[in-house]
């Protein structure tokens, strides 16, 4: 990938990720970083559960969930964690859509979003201050962020 090609996906990696998406002919396109991605949220959903995809260490959890099994099981832990904490961030989340600007830009207000309703189940209350406004940054940002250069 060319240097000018890096700076208009770090700038903004939705749009490049369009750009590239209308110039491929094929369902599947590979990404600057090396990844894929895939055009037809059905197909995508057939690849993700198939088993080919599946098997095998995580590339992102590497040693930490070593098995697939360890993954869902964290998954659904997660997801009935979250359940659980439902109906605390469902009444909060009127006022929490109120108080953001009339008009914002996307990603970003989704991130305010998430953060600002469900910020004491992503984060213990009890945590330091310091993570806590670790976790603020991390969100104001864009919550996933690329390092400008690998190390």
Partial sequence: MRIGEKRRFRRDPLKYIDILRRRSATEVFRLPQGGYCVRDADLAQTLLR?????????????????TREAQVEVGHAVRNFLRAGRPRYRAGLPRTVTALPAVSRWPAAGN???????ADLLLDPQSPARTGGSTGQAMRRGVVFHAPRAR
């Fill in 50 to 66: 198939g088993p080919e995809y599946n098997k095998g260490r995580s590339g992102f959890f590497g040693d930490l969930l070593s």
């Fill in 112 to 118: 305010t979003l998430v953060h600002r309703c469900l």
